[in-house]
């Protein structure tokens, strides 16, 4: 199993790049989001962030009966990567995308302040550019910052990465904007 990741935090474009990517490469895209919900692992609902609380242990093994599963490539997509079992994964690609501009396509999609302000820190210190290097190696994490370039143009990159296969490049937007005197514009006390 040849298991593709798209990966990053909420309004980077990791749903319509992975669809993308997963027909220019005529494969299957599996979303995590309704993968878990397809396998019966949302346990609960967070009111407070009104979204589903995925028991993590049921989708792990969910994940690895899919890919025990299949003898072909996959893209999978999500909040979630982090849970895809390792030896199934070839790539991983974190779309990252510059705080500002993620807090204003979250507020586009109407998403409570609460939410834009949690998912715009964790933008900012890199959580899922973590979970992703602490699950899969340095090696296999290529960041792709999506601030400004269209879902065709972020899948075009993708594919020279994986044409090409240099050095992943990581994304520091927490010393960026200190840099910028600007952190606290993000960051809550």
């Known amino acids: 199993?040849?298991?593709?990741?798209v990966g990053g935090s909420p309004g980077t474009g990791k749903t319509v790049v992975a669809k993308i990517l997963a027909s220019r490469l005529s494969v299957e895209v599996i979303s995590l989001?309704?993968?878990a919900d397809e396998s019966g692992?949302?346990?609960a609902e967070d009111k407070a962030r009104n979204t589903g609380i995925i028991n993590e242990d049921c989708l792990v093994e969910a994940l690895l009966d899919l890919t025990d599963d299949r003898s072909r490539r996959i893209v999978i997509e999500g909040h979630y990567i982090d849970l895809v079992p390792s030896s199934s994964v070839q790539w991983v690609f974190i779309l990252r995308t510059h705080p500002e501009i993620l807090r204003?396509?979250?507020a586009k999609r109407k998403y409570p302040r609460e939410k834009v302000i949690e998912n715009v820190e964790a933008e900012v210190i890199g959580v899922c550019q973590m979970d992703a290097i602490d699950s899969f190696g340095?090696?296999?994490?290529?960041e792709i910052d999506t601030s400004e370039l269209s879902a065709p143009q972020t899948v075009e990159k993708i594919e020279e990465?994986?044409?090409h296969k240099s050095s992943p490049t990581r994304i520091d937007w927490m010393t960026m904007l200190e840099d910028e005197s600007r952190?606290?514009?993000f960051l809550t006390d």
């Open 183 to 185: 952190l606290d514009e």
């Open 161 to 163: 990465l994986m044409k």
């Open 104 to 106: 204003d396509r979250l």
């Open 41 to 43: 692992c949302v346990t």
């Open 138 to 142: 340095e090696s296999k994490v290529f």
């Open 33 to 35: 989001g309704e993968f």
């Open 1 to 5: 199993m040849s298991v593709i990741l």
